[in-house]
């Protein structure tokens, strides 16, 4: 995985981690209460949800494309936007293509690397 010590090192994992389809890897960048919004008004808790939420990504075998736009950070908390898209394939065979703007929380660890508390990929539509 990317860099973690910087916060848009982690959306860089982020990347890295669905495109070679590497959950484990994934799972590291959350904090064990962190959320994902799985989709517009949906949100995914703790690191079960946050899992099944990305496999089903994962699951698309496609690639995410992503450019952070602007990182707002303060002490231990930072707001990190992108812009991002992603194509694979849905379960019936069909492609499929998704791209949106986020708005993700993070905070920074004891050891110095960043997680993830809020990923929400439709955070900024």
């Known amino acids: 995985?990317?860099?973690?010590?910087?916060?848009?090192?982690v959306l860089d994992s982020i990347v890295e981690g669905i495109n070679n389809g590497n959950l484990?890897?994934?799972?590291?960048?959350?904090?064990?209460?962190?959320?994902?919004a799985s989709q517009p008004g949906e949100l995914a808790k703790g690191l079960d949800g946050v899992r099944q939420s990305?496999?089903?990504?994962?699951?698309?075998k496609g690639k995410l494309d992503?450019?952070?736009?602007?990182?707002?950070?303060?002490?231990?908390?930072?707001?990190?936007?992108?812009?991002w898209s992603f194509s694979g394939t849905g379960p019936d065979g069909n492609p499929v293509s998704i791209?949106?703007?986020?708005?993700?929380?993070?905070?920074?660890?004891?050891?110095?690397?960043?997680?993830?508390?809020?990923?929400?990929?439709w955070g900024t539509d």
């Open 1 to 9: 995985m990317n860099n973690t010590t910087k916060p848009e090192g």
């Open 24 to 36: 484990d890897a994934l799972m590291t960048l959350y904090e064990p209460d962190a959320c994902f």
């Open 54 to 60: 990305l496999r089903n990504f994962i699951d698309l």
């Open 66 to 83: 992503l450019k952070v736009k602007r990182v707002l950070q303060t002490s231990d908390l930072a707001l990190v936007t992108t812009d």
């Open 99 to 121: 791209s949106s703007k986020s708005a993700d929380v993070l905070r920074k660890q004891a050891d110095g690397t960043w997680r993830f508390v809020i990923d929400n990929p």
